[in-house]
C-alpha cells in the first residue's frame, strides 16, 4: 500500500483503548506520525525521548473512519493496532517502562514498502567481482582514506581499546552505509513492527523490536531518530538493536550509546563488535591472496575446512606476492569465483568479520577495502569475466538436476549455498572436471542434457 494511501483512522481508533491495554497508562498515544519514513542524516537532529510534543488529551475524539473507502486497509490497520496493544502488553511484562511503551508504539507504523522488501527474491544473482567492483570502488577506497584522515583521533582510540585495526573500522563503515552517507531511512520500530506483524519471521522480529524499546527505554535514541534500513539494522554501521544492546560503546562520554551522530561512538562500538563476538585477532591479517599449486584439490577450498598456514604452504600454496604466509593456526582457502578465479589464505579474522555479515563476498570485499585504504594492493589474479552467473531460476534448476542424477543439494531453493556446493561438486567428479563447486551455464547444461 503507497504510502499516500495509508490510513491513521483505523489504527487511531484501536490506539484509542491501548493506553488501558498497556496497564493503565496515564496518558493516551500520541496520534501517529504522519509519515513513515525518516530521513537519515550523518547527524540526526538532536531530539530526545523528553523532547516529544506531549500526548493528546484523553477527551480528544478520534477521526472518523469510512469503512466503505478501503475496507481491506482499515482491516488490516486496525489488526496492527490490535497486535502492537498486545505487543505492548508484553513489552511491559519484560520490564519495558509503560511510558515508553506508550510513547514508541503509539506512533508505530504499518510499512507495506518494508514487507515487499522482505519478500523480493532477486531473480539476478551478482558475480564476485561485480560485487567487489562496486564495494572497493576507487571512489569508495579514496573516501575511506579521506574519512580515516578526518576521524584519526577515534579511530586510533578504537584500535587501542579493541586491537581493530582503523582501516577494517573503516572499511566497515563504508560497506555498511558508505560512511554515513546512507544509512537507512526507515524508523526502526516501524520496520520491526512490520516484519513481527507480517510474519515470515515473526520471532526474530519481535525480539529485535523488544530491543528496540529497551534502546528508547534506557535514554540512548529517541524512537524517531533510530533510523536504518527496512530490516531494521540502524545507523552507519548497521546494527541491529540486540547487537546494539549487547555491543554498542559510549566513548564519547555523554551518557548515551550514538551510532548516528557520535563517531567516536560508531568507530568503538564496531570494533568492539568485532572483538567481542568476532574474537578479532589483535596484530594478524584477515588473509592474503594466494598462489594454488597445480593439481590442487579444489573441493579443499572452503572455510570449514582449516588447518595451519605452515600445513597449507607445505601443500605448495604461497603468497602471490612472494611473502611467507601468515602463520594463521587455523586458515582456509576460498575461491570465491571457482578454479579460475583467484584463491585467498583467510583466518580467523576473516571469520570474525564473517560474523558481521555471513557472506564470502562481504567479508572479502571488508578486508580488499581495508587493504586499499592502507595503501595496499587490490586483487592480483584475474578474474573470470566471461562467466556470466546463473539466475535464482537457474540455480533452482541446477539443485533440481542434482537432486534427480543423486548429488544432493538440499533444499531447492533457488539460493545457492554449501549444500548446493557439495553436491556440484560431486557431480563435477563425475564428469572428471575440476571439483570446485562453482555454478556455470556450462554445468547446468550438462546437467540437463544428462551428461
Known amino acids: 500500500m503507497p504510502a499516500a494511501q495509508r490510513l491513521p483512522s483505523p489504527l487511531a481508533l484501536t490506539l484509542a483503548g491501548l493506553a488501558l491495554a498497556m496497564g493503565g497508562c496515564a496518558s493516551t498515544p500520541r496520534p501517529a506520525a504522519p509519515a513513515a519514513e525518516t530521513q537519515a542524516a550523518v547527524t540526526p537532529p538532536a531530539a530526545s525521548a523528553a523532547a516529544q510534543p506531549p500526548a493528546a488529551a484523553a477527551s480528544s475524539p478520534a477521526p472518523a473512519v469510512d469503512p466503505q473507502a478501503y475496507p481491506s486497509a482499515a482491516a488490516e490497520q486496525a489488526s496492527f493496532a490490535a497486535w ?69 583521533a577515534p579511530l586510533g582510540a578504537a584500535e587501542a581499546r579493541y586491537g581493530v585495526p582503523t582501516s577494517v573500522v573503516t572499511a566497515i563503515w563504508g560497506m555498511e552505509s558508505n560512511y554515513g552517507g546512507n544509512f537507512g531511512s526507515f524508523r526502526a520500530v516501524d520496520a520491526l513492527a512490520t516484519l513481527a ?12 523490536l523488544l530491543a ?30 540486540s547487537v546494539f544492546l549487547a555491543h554498542a ?10 551510532i548516528w551522530g557520535s563517531i567516536p561512538d560508531v568507530t568503538a562500538s564496531t570494533a568492539n563488535y568485532l572483538a567481542s563476538a568476532g574474537g578479532w585477532r589483535r596484530g594478524e591479517p584477515w588473509g592474503v591472496e594466494v598462489r594454488l599449486p597445480a593439481g590442487f584439490d579444489h573441493g579443499q577450498a572452503e572455510l570449514s575446512v582449516r588447518q595451519p598456514a605452515a600445513q597449507w604452504a607445505a601443500m605448495g600454496v604461497a ?39 555471513n557472506s564470502v563476498n562481504y567479508a572479502l570485499g571488508v578486508g580488499l577495502l581495508a587493504r586499499q585504504i592502507e595503501g595496499g594492493a587490490g586483487v592480483v589474479a584475474p578474474w573470470p569475466r566471461d562467466l556470466p552467473p546463473l539466475t535464482r531460476s537457474q540455480v533452482l534448476e541446477l539443485q533440481n538436476g542434482l537432486n534427480r542424477k543423486g548429488f544432493s543439494a538440499g533444499a531447492a531453493d533457488g539460493v545457492f549455498g554449501p549444500a548446493t556446493r557439495a553436491g556440484l561438486r560431486q557431480f563435477q567428479r563425475s564428469q572428471g572436471l575440476e571439483a570446485d563447486g562453482y555454478p556455470t551455464p556450462d554445468l547446468l547444461q550438462r546437467l540437463s542434457a544428462g551428461r
Open 319 to 357: 603468497a602471490i606476492d612472494g611473502q611467507p604466509l601468515p602463520p594463521f593456526e587455523a586458515a582456509s582457502v576460498i575461491e570465491p569465483a571457482g578454479a579460475r578465479g583467484p584463491a585467498f589464505l583467510v583466518g580467523p579474522n576473516f571469520r570474525a568479520i564473517l560474523r558481521y555479515n
Open 197 to 208: 506483524f507480517e510474519g515470515r519471521r515473526r520471532d526474530w522480529a519481535r525480539g529485535e
Open 212 to 241: 528496540a524499546l529497551r534502546i528508547v527505554d534506557q535514554g540512548d535514541i529517541a524512537a524517531d531518530r533510530m533510523v536504518g534500513s527496512w530490516a531494521g539494522a540502524m545507523g552507519h554501521t548497521q546494527f541491529l538493536p
Open 84 to 152: 502492537l496493544a498486545a505487543f505492548g502488553r508484553d513489552a511491559q511484562a519484560a520490564g519495558v517502562r509503560a511510558a515508553t511503551v506508550e510513547q514508541v508504539l503509539s506512533g508505530a507504523q504499518l510499512l507495506p514498502r518494508v514487507i515487499e522488501l522482505d519478500r523480493a527474491q532477486p531473480e539476478f544473482s551478482r558475480t564476485p567481482w561485480a560485487y567487489l567492483d562496486s564495494a572497493v570502488s576507487a571512489q569508495r577506497v579514496a573516501a575511506g582514506r579521506a574519512k580515516r584522515t578526518e576521524y584519526g
Open 249 to 258: 560503546v559510549d566513548a564519547d562520554g555523554d551518557g548515551r550509546r550514538d
